[in-house]
């Protein structure tokens, strides 16, 4: 097991922010989740959690309203289809999410995500320096990345 882990520290929603995390990527689980009783921390409150996303470990809790989220840092997920990146991209947009551009995203919690196809980066590293070129130009009007828009560039 890895020394390092991504800790989240939610404002107030971090126990829900986890159970919808696992529930939208294969492979995750919740391993731990300390809901505060009360007493110094607010009752119902994610006081410490351990969840794995497909096979990542991150840790949470809930920080109160100083703790905010930003593009600064972001959660990266390589996609093996338009299918996964599409179910992704509208599970993580719904509810109060907002799109960015070129494949980032902000779940309702405003966790930062770019939700990015394998297929994208095969195109931006090939060999073809041109045709990189037309995909990046393709991909910088995209909001969820298109693969058969890339492909075609």
């Known amino acids: 097991m890895s020394k390092i882990s991504t800790f989240l520290a939610f404002e107030n929603n971090g ?11 294969p492979n995750s689980k919740i391993i731990s989740k300390n809901i505060s009783e009360g007493g110094p921390i607010p009752a119902g409150a994610l006081m410490y959690g351990v969840f794995e996303l497909d096979g990542q470990t991150f840790k949470a809790m809930d920080g109160g309203p100083h703790f905010k989220f930003s593009e600064a840092a972001s959660l990266f997920v390589s996609c093996d289809s338009q299918e996964e990146v599409d179910r992704l991209w509208d599970g993580l947009t719904a509810d109060g999410g907002e799109e960015s551009m070129c494949g980032w995203l902000k779940d309702k919690y405003g966790v930062s995500w770019q939700i990015i196809p394998k297929r994208l980066m095969e195109l931006m590293t090939g060999a073809d320096r041109e045709r990189a070129g037309r995909v990046m130009q393709a991909m910088m009007k995209m909001r969820k990345i298109d693969i058969k828009t890339l492909e075609e560039a």
């Open 15 to 25: 126990a829900e922010a986890i159970e919808f995390y696992t529930s939208l990527i």
